[in-house]
């Protein structure tokens, strides 16, 4: 599975659970630590825990590992760290004060849509 592979499969992972404004952003040519940020908000802290499980056992189910986790869910942020991808899982409020997106701004956005609930 090659990098964009991972961050679309993290991404319906976290759709699945009911994670909101699912964002995936190419940075592999402005940086130098990884190639895809995927960042998403969860209602509650309570969610941001079971986004992670989420994300992180459904990896593993194809054989991908995370090298690293940061953060808790009572912090509001959580950082899934796969190398060259990192998932970054916010509450609302936390997502608003850091603005991932805004640092990373001129980098394409990969096209993702969230599968429409029955």
Request: glycine share 6%.
């Amino acid at each position: 599975m090659d990098n964009k592979e991972l961050a679309l499969l993290a991404a319906q992972l976290l759709d699945g659970k009911k994670a909101r404004d699912i964002s995936i952003i190419d940075i592999a040519e402005k940086s130098g630590f990884a190639d895809y940020f995927v960042i998403a908000t969860a209602g509650s802290m309570r969610q941001i825990a079971a986004l992670a499980d989420e994300v992180e056992d459904g990896l593993a189910k194809k054989d991908v590992f995370m090298d690293h986790k940061e953060g808790k869910g009572e912090t509001g942020w959580v950082l899934l760290d796969y190398g060259d991808v990192i998932i970054n899982l916010f509450t609302a409020e936390q997502r608003d004060r850091y603005q991932i997106e805004k640092v990373w701004i001129d980098c394409p956005h990969l096209s993702f849509e969230p599968k429409p609930e029955a």
